[in-house]
């Protein structure tokens, strides 16, 4: 579904809904759409809001970010939903798409990050600091910033497909910083696919799509939620996205 095939929230939530009960709303998001904030009509709280219903994100993906999103649709269910997110008892799975290869098949990604000029999140040490040790990127102490807040980040990776051009990964962010699997990916040497951050004017959507989720709903069941990426996604890596 692009933004030109959405009229009405009523359109995207019977198109869009992956798992629904007394509490929660599990969406997903079309690429190009934000969760909220935004001041036009691709914020999807306020669309469901134009429309009467009223949502409350239990966390949140990045616009360029398609896949599977959990809202509340009670605020007696939002606290519990949004505390799963802070213990870190959420499973979160990626599908990202690198436009490089030669990632090994595993790696643990440990690099800190902080928020520099523009607001922007960025590692909290120089690049040349940055060392993989069996498997594993990190930074030694002594290299990172101290000067402005740092926030201990980790990413997990599996690489499911290499191509010419391009890697296909699933990815596990262990921590749920903004921006995090972008950036880490991005200072190790391994960009996203299209990813407005690190490139001028990509071609391409960002290849970065939220898999699956897995969480407590408010029934006290243990869900998991899957959303398989769309033809769009698949085309970054000539289809190597299907069915993964």
Do not use: C
């Not at 870190?88 to 436009?99: D, F, I, P, Q």
Request: zero cysteines; charged letters at 25%.
């Amino acid at each position: 579904m692009t933004l030109a095939d959405v009229t009405t929230w009523a359109d995207l939530r019977a198109a869009r809904t992956l798992y629904e009960d007394d509490g929660a709303l599990v969406l997903d998001k079309p690429v190009g759409w934000s969760v909220m904030g935004e001041r036009h009509d691709t914020d999807l709280v306020r669309l469901a809001a134009d429309d009467g219903e009223k949502l409350w994100p239990a966390h949140r993906i990045d616009k360029v970010t398609s896949g599977v999103v959990l809202f509340a649709t009670r605020l007696e269910a939002h606290g519990d939903l949004t505390r799963q997110f802070n213990r870190r008892t959420v499973g979160k799975s990626y599908l990202a798409v690198t436009g490089t290869v030669g990632l090994p098949d595993e790696g643990r990604i440990e690099l800190p990050l902080s928020v520099g000029r523009k607001n922007r999140v960025r590692i909290a040490a120089p690049r040349e600091a940055i060392a993989l040790v069996d498997g594993v990127w990190t930074v030694p102490d002594d290299a990172v910033d101290t000067s402005k807040e740092t926030y201990p980040s980790t990413t997990t990776f599996t690489r499911l497909e290499s191509r010419e051009r391009a890697t296909l990964l699933e990815v596990h962010p262990l921590t749920g910083r903004r921006h995090q699997i972008r950036v880490h990916l991005a200072w190790i040497g391994h960009a996203l696919v299209g990813d407005p951050l690190f490139e001028k004017n990509p071609t391409t959507r960002t290849g970065l799509h939220a898999h699956r989720l897995a969480f407590d709903a408010p029934d006290g069941q243990r869900r998991t939620v899957t959303a398989e990426p769309d033809d769009e996604f698949r085309a970054l890596l000539g289809g190597a996205a299907s069915g993964t």
